[in-house]
């Protein structure tokens, strides 16, 4: 079973837009949360993560928003550039175990 | 790619034919992963390494075994590769803080198994 959710699949979004793309889970002992970016013929790469004691961390245009609750979390990238068009993967931890979501392919469009 | 070297980079070969691949390391750590990419299932854990002779299954471990008998080498074996085992292959490291799993990863092999 699919223990990380992430939507969408795919994401077009014009230069200058807001990226957004989801992620949900259903283990209650993932106590940490990164994104992973993947350029073509490239490993992914981390490059944000948040823990479940904070709703929201920021670098750059890049932020986490996390709802304990409903257990769900979501990157949002501000202001997309071109060179943000790379696979998205969010991922959850449990001590000894990452578990990936399906991944988004975000392409921004000049 | 954080010291990590992946070889081969490409790999083409028939059906029923055995297949190692190769991870090597220059950072000392202890935890490294190999892990297969498809379309549509994004990740997935093949198996795992936690010290030299020291390894377990993931996810979808079935069809590969490895072995680890330096600290700096991780090996994959396809005893004897299918169809379904066409993929991209990462093999990850772990930095070494337990509750921060971050994880460092090859540029990754092509294989496809003809």
């Known amino acids: 079973q699919q223990q990380v959710k992430q939507s969408p699949q795919s994401l077009i979004v014009q230069k200058g837009g807001i990226s957004i793309i989801n992620c949900a889970y259903e283990?209650?002992?993932?106590?940490?949360f990164p994104w992973y970016q993947q350029f073509p013929g490239k490993g992914p790469a981390l490059l944000i993560a948040?823990?479940?004691?904070?709703s929201e961390k920021k670098e750059g245009r890049f932020t986490i928003s996390f709802n304990k609750s409903a257990k769900q979390f979501s990157l949002h990238i501000m202001d997309s550039q071109p060179g943000d068009s790379a696979t998205y993967f969010c991922?959850?931890?449990?001590?000894?175990?990452?578990?990936f979501g399906s991944g988004t392919q975000l392409t921004v469009l000049p | 790619d954080a010291g990590i070297t992946q070889s081969p980079r490409h790999k083409v070969t028939e059906t029923g034919t055995p297949v190692t691949l190769r991870c090597h390391q220059t950072?000392?750590?202890?935890?490294m992963y190999w892990y297969r990419q498809d379309p549509g299932h994004g990740l997935r854990l093949i198996h795992y390494?936690?010290?030299?002779?020291?390894?377990d299954k993931g996810e979808v471990s079935d069809g590969y075994s490895v072995s680890r008998s330096k600290t700096e080498d991780f090996l994959l074996t396809l005893e004897s590769a299918t169809s379904s085992q066409t993929s991209v292959y990462f093999c990850?490291?772990?930095?070494?803080?337990?509750?921060?799993?971050?994880?460092?990863f090859g540029s990754g092999t092509q294989l496809s198994v003809l």
């Open positions: 990850a490291i772990r930095d070494s803080d337990r509750r921060n799993e971050k994880l460092f």
């Open positions: 283990n209650t002992a993932f106590d940490y």
């Open positions: 948040i823990r479940p004691d904070v």
């Open positions: 991922a959850a931890t449990e001590p000894g175990q990452l578990t």
């Open positions: 950072e000392n750590h202890r935890y």
């Open positions: 390494s936690y010290g030299v002779k020291d390894t």
